[in-house]
T-cell receptor
Framework: GENVGLHLPTLSVQEGDNSIINCAYS??????FIWYKQESGKGPQFIID?????DKRQGQRVTVLLNKTVKHLSLQIAATQPGDSAVYFC????????????FGKGTRLHILP | NAGVTQTPKFQVLKTGQSMTLQCAQD?????MSWYRQDPGMGLRLIHY???????DQGEVPNGYNVSRSTTEDFPLRLLSAAPSQTSVYFC???????????FGPGTRLTVT
């Protein structure tokens, strides 16, 4: 929605370059991780997910990497396009803990022409 | 499928007023949740439900009530609105918590 992304970390990337957006999590029991994209004025939209028994998963132009040792998650976007401009959120869930899905604060991706 | 729908899109309340934000989904999803989004705060979970008749608190439940009498509907009630509840509210649903959620378009609420 409007004003989403104020005071958020911003990543500026040249059009055509690859983007890497990072996310740290604190709950070692988390076993499911999701990346969402939120365009201005819209609700978040699912991009890709990964379970804790994997360390890498690829989609169309996107790759998610999971490093459980350091509790770090990253989203890589290949050949960034103007339509990739948005705020990106990681979210996590632990089935063993409860059914809550908790979001990170988000990163704004800005595409330079 | 209409997906996840929310009404209203915009709402202005005075302090102390009550209202209900509506959320409905037509995908037969068991899991539904409410989030609020404030600038620089990301999305914070208010309440969630794993099925009809079952609700539970999220990260920021105070000041909000929910009910889940049917699989399709998950209304969020503000009993006595406060300026701190000015935010954008999103409803989401999924087959179960461990799967991707589908979000509604949001309700922008202003409490004066």
């Amino acid at each position: 929605g409007e004003n989403v992304g104020l005071h958020l970390p911003t990543l500026s990337v040249q059009e055509g370059d690859n983007s890497i957006i990072n996310c740290a999590y604190s709950n070692s029991a988390s076993d499911y991780f999701i990346w969402y994209k939120q365009e201005s004025g819209k609700g978040p939209q699912f991009i890709i997910d990964i379970r804790s028994n994997m360390d890498k998963r690829q989609g169309q132009r996107v790759t998610v990497l999971l490093n459980k040792t350091v509790k770090h998650l990253s989203l890589q976007i290949a050949a960034t396009q103007p339509g990739d401009s948005a705020v990106y959120f990681c979210a996590e869930n632990s089935e063993a803990r409860d059914d809550k899905i908790i979001f990170g604060k988000g990163t704004r991706l800005h595409i330079l022409p | 499928n209409a997906g996840v729908t929310q009404t209203p899109k915009f709402q202005v309340l005075k302090t102390g007023q009550s209202m209900t934000l509506q959320c409905a989904q037509d995908m037969n999803h068991e899991y539904m949740s409410w989030y609020r989004q404030d600038p620089g705060m990301g999305l914070r979970l208010i309440h969630y439900s794993v099925g009809a008749g079952i609700t539970d608190q999220g990260e920021v439940p105070n000041g909000y009530n929910v009910s889940r009498s049917t699989t399709e509907d998950f209304p969020l009630r503000l009993l006595s609105a406060a300026p701190s509840q000015t935010s954008v509210y999103f409803c989401a649903s999924s087959y179960r918590p461990g799967l991707e959620q589908y979000f509604g378009p949001g309700t922008r609420l202003t409490v004066t």
